[in-house]
């Protein structure tokens, strides 16, 4: 499998700042994304990385270093509706690059 | 601009009956991929169609699962003689190409009495 390693469950108070950090198996990886799913709901793409640093996107932003097989989503002015698990998804080159393999999300829980 | 389609996006059956999952890709899509969420884990990739085509049902079951993607029409996913097992949410997601930028429908929670 591909290990993806990430926290179970995060609480954080409304307009503080979280980091969910996320480690996966170096070997053949491609890529990595972030996808947000609030509970019933579809998974929502979150962001892309590729080349190590980071990718700042409004409130949210992205980490990768390839090299250490870690990744970090850092979520800024937390807001209730931030209140979702957080799937860390890396992708590996070869046939089932297409396939994307979820960790079982981190649950963010944004308090008063 | 319609996203992914699914339905019924609640489907309860007995043991033994036959489920059906429908899929609608993104307008301009042509690539769909099934995955599944069982409670507490995290999604699961099953098959990946194009249309008329399987190209990759590594992730799906030996038994009781098919899935198929025809000309005209949505996806279909199949799942005959339901265990308790099966009870999961099952996602849909299309791409425009074979990418893994991957766009999710809402689901089909499916729980099996």
């Known amino acids: 499998g591909q290990n993806i390693d990430q926290p179970t469950e995060m609480t954080a108070t409304e307009g503080a700042i979280v980091q969910i950090n996320c480690t996966y198996q170096?070997?053949?990886?491609?890529?990595l994304f972030w996808y947000q799913q609030h509970a019933g709901e579809a998974p929502t793409f979150l962001s892309y990385?590729?080349?190590?640093g980071l990718e700042e996107k409004g409130r949210f932003s992205s980490f990768l270093s390839r090299s250490k097989g870690y990744s970090y989503l850092l979520l800024k002015e937390l807001q209730m509706k931030d209140s979702a698990s957080y799937l860390c998804?890396?992708?590996?080159?070869?046939?089932?690059?297409?396939?994307?393999?979820f960790g079982k999300g981190t649950k963010l829980s944004v308090i008063p | 601009n319609a996203g992914v389609m699914q339905n019924p996006r609640h489907l309860v059956r007995r043991r033994g009956q036959e489920a059906r999952l429908r899929c609608s890709p993104m307008k301009g899509h042509s690539h769909v991929y099934w995955y599944r969420q069982l409670p507490e884990e995290g999604l699961k990739f099953m098959v990946y169609?194009?249309?008329?085509?399987?190209?990759?049902e590594s992730g799906m079951p030996k038994e009781r699962f098919s899935a198929e993607f025809p000309k005209e029409g949505p996806s279909i996913l199949r799942i005959q003689q339901v265990v308790r097992g099966d009870s999961a949410a099952y996602f849909c997601a299309s791409s425009p190409g074979r990418s893994n930028e991957q766009y999710f429908g809402p689901g089909t929670r499916l729980t099996v009495t």
């Open positions: 169609l194009q249309k008329e085509n399987i190209i990759d």
């Open positions: 990385n590729v080349l190590d």
């Open positions: 170096t070997s053949g990886f491609n890529g």
């Open positions: 998804a890396p992708t590996y080159s070869g046939a089932g690059s297409y396939q994307l393999t």
